[in-house]
């Protein structure tokens, strides 16, 4: 039997009587059988019987019964135990990204949008009881991914954004912030929150940012901000071989901190700067244990009982004992 429990342990404590009485046993056991003396027995046979040496036998077996009893009354058994878990109260996150061509910037590794992408997705995974959705800007912005509870959509389209022009170039942080906003704005979560990243200042778009905050506090929706990037200089993307690829140089990081933590003091958020790989994990990791969701565990024990064999066990040998004693043994005691 494996992973078995005892319902009542303290039964075992009587496993010290058994000493006691095989301790008694040998210290009386001369005394068990009916003695008479004689002077001399040359008048009879000296063979002792076979039966006589296998009397200790009985002892045995009562021994063994009552130890199968103590293990009985002690209640042995498995359990098999299952959880269901349900969401009382959900929270629904949009997750507005920048991806303009300047998240291509290498002052992350590999660069920005690459340790974004990791970073995000090990967040989406630690939420298995939210929903969560995906809503990429640039100079314009659009939902990839409605707010939905299918984590692996949601990382799969994560995975898959790259810079590829389709957007026009430019930063809209407020047409970023405005998208994720109608994605829950109607919803009947008990908490709606946006995680609104980005490394440039809004150069774009027809909604400023302002505006879309406003919005966002009255329809009760918290915007975390962050900035991404380093401070100081950066390899950025400034100019297209003729092979297409991008060409790097070092450039200076804007990024319109200022406005980022105004939208998220307006709507109880908070702002973050992420200037490196481990500090952008240590944000996600913030955020994650800020918005927690209350979940209703419910436990199911199915107990098998294994005390039934031992009671068996216990009963054959006590009848065999008794068996034996009122019958092999019946001139010996």
């Known amino acids: 039997m494996t ?27 001369n005394n068990q059988s009916a003695t008479l003396k004689m002077s001399s027995l040359k008048g009879f046979s000296t063979s002792k019987s076979v039966l006589g040496k296998l009397k200790p036998v009985l002892f045995v077996l009562r021994i063994l019964a009552l130890s199968a009893l103590i293990i009985a009354m002690a209640r042995p058994r498995t359990v098999d135990i299952s959880s ?24 992350l590794k590999p660069n ?3 340790a974004l992408k990791k970073v995000a997705s090990e967040f989406i995974e630690s939420r298995p009881n939210d929903r969560i959705g995906l ?33 026009q ?3 809209a942080i407020g047409t970023g912030l405005a998208t994720a906003i109608n994605r829950v ?21 027809t909604i400023e940012p302002e505006t879309a905050s406003d919005i966002a506090k009255e329809y009760g929706i918290k915007v975390y901000t962050i900035g991404l990037g380093s401070n100081g200089m950066a390899m950025y993307p400034y ?12 450039m200076k990081v804007e990024i319109d901190e200022q406005l980022l933590k105004n939208i998220a003091k307006n709507t109880g958020g908070r702002y973050y700067r992420a200037n490196s790989n481990a500090k952008l994990e240590t ?9 927690t969701t209350e979940i209703e565990e419910l436990k199911f024990y199915d107990y098998d009982e294994k005390y039934r064999p031992f009671l068996i066990f216990a009963g054959i040998l006590l009848l065999l004992e008794v068996g034996l004693r009122n019958t092999v043994y019946r001139s010996f005691i």
């Open 135 to 167: 809503v990429l800007y640039a100079g314009e912005g659009y939902t990839k991914v409605p707010v939905t509870s299918d984590k692996a959509v949601v990382v799969d389209a994560l995975n898959s954004i790259k810079f590829d022009n389709v957007l």
């Open 283 to 291: 944000i996600y990791d913030e955020i994650n244990k800020l918005e």
């Open 3 to 29: 992973n078995v429990t005892f319902l009542n342990p303290g039964f075992f404590w009587f496993f010290l009587l058994i000493p006691i009485a095989i301790a008694w046993y040998i210290w009386t056991r």
């Open 169 to 171: 170039d430019g930063t």
């Open 239 to 250: 100019s297209v071989a003729p092979n297409g690829d991008f060409i790097f140089r070092m």
């Open 112 to 114: 920005r949008m690459e």
């Open 185 to 205: 704005k109607d919803s009947k979560a008990k908490s709606k929150v946006i995680i609104l990243l980005t490394d440039g200042v809004n150069n774009s778009g």
């Open 84 to 107: 269901q878990t349900k969401t009382t109260k959900g929270i629904d996150i949009v997750l507005a990204i920048d991806v303009s061509s300047s998240m291509l910037a290498k002052d």
